[in-house]
């Protein structure tokens, strides 16, 4: 029975969010104490910190284009209309905001920028310029924090948990041959795809995050090992999609043994099939198990 591993209270990503929004404040309030705007060097640090640097980049530049089109919409509404802002101003503002998002498949920057407008267009100030451009400042200086810290300390590094994947898709392996080679009975191979899915989500997570592993970076040999563990389950679906299995030559017979499955004495011989089939199987096997003891050198290696 397995333990299930206590989580810390306290999660790394936790403490790199807080550590970026208490230096953005610190930072905005040492050259301007007074500043108005420091709500969004804070707010730009929170959301711009991320699992990896290059998903905060991307939350970066998205809260950098949707405070610059709110800011641009809201410093013209007020330009325009210095003491109150209409209602009618306000909505349409917020509808050319969306429309414009859409035509540049800015989606993503839809809200941020309507809530940026609304704050610039309705909140009383002295100097429209100014706070234009200290929002927008605080922002960056925000962004640009949770970047480095994102950077810095702890970058984000899944290697372990694609060797915990890739262990796992090997262990399935044995007891899928074990049903249909000596059983004769198709196993269930559905504990493999989801486990497919989540290894190609790491591989590319790891991927992103390339230029902060070390210098002779081992990602050449984790591809490898996931191009090892889609060969083994390819060639176990070509096993199981045959109609009758062959008999099990000498030599994968051996290489079954060596992996602990129970096979008769005299091997499996007397099948009724024909030597076609005999031969298919056995060349999908080899395939298979040579994946299999390769994928197994490669993981010593990582």
């Known amino acids: 029975m397995k333990t299930k591993q206590l989580q810390p209270p306290v999660g790394l990503r936790m403490f790199k969010t807080a550590l970026a929004v208490t230096l953005s404040i610190f930072i905005v309030r040492l050259f301007a104490a007074e500043s108005l705007t420091v709500f969004y060097a804070a707010f730009g640090a929170a959301i711009a910190m991320d699992t990896t640097f290059t998903k905060s980049l991307m939350q970066g530049l998205t809260q950098l284009v949707g405070v610059f089109l709110g800011t641009l919409f809201g410093y013209v509404s007020v330009l325009l209309f210095p003491t109150l802002t209409p209602a009618w101003i306000a909505g349409l503002g917020i509808l050319l905001l969306l429309f414009l998002s859409r035509a540049l498949k800015l989606s993503f920057t839809a809200s941020l920028s309507c809530i940026v407008f609304l704050s610039a267009c309705l909140t009383p100030t002295d100097n429209v310029l100014r706070d234009s451009l200290y929002r927008l400042r605080d922002t960056s200086i925000g962004v640009g924090v949770a970047l480095v810290i994102n950077a810095l300390v702890r970058p984000y590094n899944n290697k372990k948990r694609i060797l915990s994947l890739l262990t796992e898709l090997r262990s399935l392996t044995p007891p899928a041959l074990q049903q249909i080679i000596v059983k004769e009975c198709i196993p269930d191979l559905s504990g493999f795809l989801p486990l497919l899915r989540r290894l190609d989500r790491e591989m590319e997570l790891y991927h992103s995050q390339r230029f902060f592993h070390r210098k002779h970076d081992d990602e050449a040999l984790l591809a490898g090992c996931k191009q090892l563990v889609e060969r083994m389950v390819e060639e176990l679906e070509a096993i199981c999609g045959m109609d009758t299995p062959g008999n099990l030559a000498k030599g994968n017979a051996a290489l079954m043994r060596a992996l602990g ?6 091997g499996i011989t007397g099948r009724k099939c024909t030597r076609h089939d005999t031969i298919v199987l056995n060349y ?12 197994g050198e490669l993981m010593e290696e990582a």
């Open 261 to 266: 499955l129970e096979l008769p004495e005299g």
């Open 284 to 295: 999908h096997l080899e395939k298979l198990l040579t994946a299999y003891r390769f994928l």
